[in-house]
């Protein structure tokens, strides 16, 4: 899983619902990030975090907050939930010496109805 | 702002070659990536160019050219297992932010 944890892995929620995807990684490495991915789409930033206590916004940071708890946890949270962020979540993170390089978790599979 | 352009498709057959082409449009640039992604699975990394010229890696190299913005992907010997989504990453900024293509399917043929 290229060190990286992502829970849950699949999620329904309803229209309004609020929910936080959580991503660890046991890396120690300091970049962290959080992408979206829509079917046949590439994959769009929405936050990232350069090191413990940062966070930067991506290209769709709308509707959505982050957390970069410690240097092993960035979490994403959606305050509420709608159909249009029905969508694929992951979380990465990547070693600062080998530049361009991250480390995917498997993702987490969100439903907004 | 960053903006990447790769072809939504392409098709080879097996055994051959073929080549993904990227051209990107960044204020910054510090290196272009490409990642692999099988239906389902999470991108993979593949290469990584930072400077003009050929990196190769195995049957895969990837090529950059910074003066024409300009990078592309290379497989060589093509495997059925190939088959999947080429993405191509601009790292533009020295905060670490990195912005994705659309992707390119490939799909290999008997």
């Known amino acids: 899983n290229a060190g990286v944890t992502q829970t849950p892995k699949f999620q329904v929620l309803k229209t309004g619902q609020s929910m936080t995807l959580q991503c660890a990684q046991d890396?120690?490495?300091?970049?962290m990030y959080w992408y979206r991915q829509d079917p046949g789409m590439g994959l769009r930033l929405i936050y990232y975090?350069?090191?413990?206590?940062?966070?930067d916004k991506g290209e769709v940071p709308n509707g959505y907050n982050v957390s970069r708890l410690n240097k092993r946890e960035f979490s994403l949270r959606l305050e509420s939930a709608a159909p249009s962020q029905t969508s694929v979540y992951f979380c990465?993170?990547?070693?600062?010496?080998?530049?361009?390089?991250?480390?995917f978790g498997e993702g987490s599979r969100l439903t907004v109805l | 702002g960053q903006s990447l352009e790769q072809p939504s498709e392409v098709t080879a057959v097996e055994g051959a070659i073929v080549q993904i082409n990227c051209t990107y449009q960044?204020?910054?640039?510090?290196?272009l990536s490409w990642y692999q992604q099988h239906d389902g699975g999470a991108p993979t990394f593949l290469s990584y160019?930072?400077?003009?010229g050929l990196e190769e890696t195995g049957r895969f190299s990837s090529f950059l050219s910074r003066s024409d913005s300009y990078g592309y992907l290379l497989l060589q010997e093509l495997q059925m297992k190939d088959s999947a989504s080429y993405f191509c990453?601009?790292?533009?900024?020295?905060?670490?932010?990195?912005?994705f293509g659309q992707g390119t399917t490939l799909q290999v043929k008997p």
């Open positions: 975090s350069a090191s413990e206590g940062t966070t």
């Open positions: 160019n930072a400077l003009d």
């Open positions: 990453a601009v790292d533009g900024s020295n905060t670490g932010k990195l912005i």
């Open positions: 990465a993170h990547r070693v600062r010496e080998r530049a361009g390089e991250l480390f």
């Open positions: 960044t204020s910054g640039f510090y290196g």
């Open positions: 890396m120690n490495h300091n970049s």
